[in-house]
């Protein structure tokens, strides 16, 4: 079964304060997303990475997937309290996204 | 203009009723998904549909039923609801089953069974 880890599993900073998240697993995925989540809502797209070792910035936010295709990270510089949010990775294998748990973050003003 | 839409929101009953859901996308998508998400917030696929065909199907208990009238549509029934039915269930879409798809979700029915 593949799984995919995130940790932490909830972090609460200040405004400001740079943060790092994780997304790990033992597979080997063709590609791998990351969505945030906002309170009764869905899911929506923030990021795909392909290719090992690629860094994707998204103004604040810079995603990198690991060199062999099995892990990512999600790095916030400066984090605002619109960042707010469950983000949540997910790893494309046989036709179908594998789900990471999600780390709840919140920035405090 | 909403892309992924749902209804109800909210659907609160008793245990052994039957309920459905209904999602619509207005995107052009060819395939389609539901989800649920237990209190943990962990997303779990229930079922995907490809150009109304049934591709992905886990380890859903009989009671659950999709069924995919066409391309636009994928309503879920639920038969003979249980307490452990309880979740948020999310209907997505999205262009194709290539990986890498950006998958579009709607917002939710929240499923409350008493």
């Known amino acids: 079964t593949q799984l995919l880890e995130q940790s932490p599993q909830f972090l609460s900073i200040q405004e400001g304060e740079n943060l790092t998240v994780y997304c790990n697993s033992s597979s080997v995925f063709s590609s791998l997303q990351w969505y945030r989540q906002e309170p009764g809502e869905g899911p929506v797209l923030l990021v795909t990475v392909v290719t090992g070792g690629e860094v994707k910035k998204l103004k604040r936010l810079t995603f990198q997937f690991g060199d062999a295709r099995k892990d990512s990270s999600l790095h916030i510089t400066a984090a605002q309290p619109g960042d707010t949010g469950l983000y949540l990775c997910a790893g494309y294998s046989n036709y179908q996204l594998i789900w990471g748990a999600g780390t709840k973050l919140i920035i405090k003003p | 203009d909403t892309a992924v839409s749902q209804t109800p929101k909210y659907l609160v009953t008793q245990m052994g009723n039957d309920k459905s859901i209904k999602c619509e996308q207005n995107?052009?998508?060819?395939?389609m998904y539901w989800y649920k998400q237990d209190s943990k917030k962990f997303l779990k696929i229930m079922f995907s549909?490809?150009?109304?065909?049934?591709?992905i199907n886990e380890t859903v208990p009989n009671r659950f039923s999709p069924k995919s009238p066409d391309k636009a549509h994928l309503n879920l029934h639920i038969n003979s609801l249980e307490l452990g039915d309880s979740a948020v269930y999310f209907c997505?879409?999205?262009?194709?089953?290539?990986?890498?798809?950006?998958?579009?979700f709607g917002p939710g029915t929240r499923l409350t069974v008493l």
């Open positions: 549909y490809n150009n109304k065909e049934l591709i």
């Open positions: 997505a879409s999205s262009q194709g089953i290539v990986w890498g798809n950006e998958q579009f």
């Open positions: 995107l052009g998508h060819d395939t």
